[in-house]
């Protein structure tokens, strides 16, 4: 999506585009896992290791199998550097790598390119990239999702509601969207939803995560609200979840792809440094006054240090004098879109109508332009 300073429209987004761990308590079944073709006993452990590590479970082979589908239909293929030899003229397909535990054998090259191999691993050095590609293929992972992160110039700039609004809009375009409450002192986003009640888990159940995260589990794992996977906080106070912790969840969620939107608190910490390095785009809201401008400078100070490609959106009314393009130039950022003034967004909320629902009211007539925008051929996606 790519927009100029002065290109966003009223009431519109611009014309132009903008190690795997079990969660707790979750019991995800086993899945289908790659071809391993080796007589290698010591190799076969080892990657009999790392199938587990990842999650799913192996068909074995010494030699290519007879029964073609056993051969093409596997999500990835592991030939041991043993049984390479055996593996010529077998059909080309993609997904097949060499694995070797010998480092120094310029002979593993010349086999490689023989069966067509994407690349050759060598174990033990790479073992932690290899559970990645396992879990990966068996996942069915393609392009990551758009991560957008939303957060506000001034406190009550309305990023929250902006945040709900995007996610809404991202459901109605039919992809998967996952909603992400990144502000632990903002009063919980399922709220805004109106789904506090719904069972799920909320972010203290992740604190303890490490490494990688299945992304079937955590979605299914999560409240679902109005079309949209939401990861809140609790209403207890709880201590903070630590980097890592926000990195592996993050990360399982993008691997899902579609959209995931994050709502960013103002501060920040190494948590939240950990949520803005996985943005594709961050939206800052400022309202149309003096005094907003001033203090979303300084955040977004902040956050291009962090944000490759950060855009504002502009929200009136507008104090005398000023208009979006004029606080877009303030702040040196390319203009997103004006986020148009909706007077009635208290009353839904009051009515249990969450903000951005209602695709004709303002709110969703602006998340849809920006899906249009952003997701549409030549955006940002």
Not at 60 to 83: C, F, I, N
Not at 219 to 228: A, D, I, K, Q, T
Not at 328 to 346: K, M, N, S
């Amino acid at each position: 999506m790519e927009a100029s300073r002065t290109s966003g429209v009223r009431g519109t987004a611009p014309t132009s585009p903008p190690s795997r761990a079990a969660l707790p308590g979750c019991d995800e079944p086993r899945r289908t896992g790659p071809l391993i073709v080796t007589e290698d006993l010591g190799l076969l452990d080892d990657l009999l290791r790392l199938c587990a590590a990842a999650g799913v479970e192996p068909e074995v082979h010494h030699r290519v199998p007879e029964r073609r589908a056993s051969w093409t239909d596997p999500p990835l293929v592991l030939v041991g550097d043993d049984a390479a030899a055996r593996c010529r003229g077998a059909a080309r397909r993609p997904g097949t790598l060499l694995v070797s535990r010998d480092r120094d054998d310029p002979e593993v090259w010349r086999l490689a390119v023989e069966i067509g191999a994407e690349s050759v691993l060598r174990l033990p050095d790479a073992e932690g990239l290899l559970v990645d590609r396992i879990a990966d293929a068996a996942e069915g992972v393609g392009r990551q999702a758009l991560t957008v992160g939303v957060v506000g110039g001034r406190g009550g700039a309305g990023a929250s509601t902006l945040a709900c609004g995007l996610a809404l809009g991202a459901a109605r375009t039919g992809r998967r969207t996952l909603l992400v409450d990144g502000d632990p002192l903002g009063g919980g986003l399922d709220v805004l939803l109106g789904g506090e009640r719904e069972e799920g888990r909320r972010w203290p159940d992740f604190a303890a995560s490490k490494g990688r995260l299945a992304g079937g589990a955590l979605e299914e794992s999560l409240p679902f609200l109005r079309g949209v996977r939401v990861l809140s906080w609790g209403r207890e106070p709880t201590a903070p979840v630590p980097p890592e912790a926000v990195r592996s969840v993050l990360a399982a969620a993008r691997r899902r792809g579609g959209v995931v939107v994050v709502d960013l608190p103002r501060g920040s910490d190494a948590a939240t440094t950990e949520a803005l390095a996985q943005l594709d785009l961050g939206l800052i809201v400022v309202p149309g006054e003096l005094r907003a401008v001033a203090a979303a400078h300084r955040v977004a100070s902040a956050l291009s240090l962090s944000v490759s490609d950060l855009r504002a959106v502009v929200r009136g009314p507008y104090a005398a004098g000023l208009d979006e393009c004029w606080v877009a130039d303030a702040l040196r950022l390319p203009l997103a879109g004006e986020l148009p003034y909706d007077p009635g967004i208290v009353a839904d909320q009051d009515a249990g109508v969450p903000p951005g629902a209602e695709p004709r009211g303002p709110l969703g007539r602006f998340c849809d332009a920006f899906w249009a925008c952003a997701l549409g051929p030549g955006g940002a996606a």
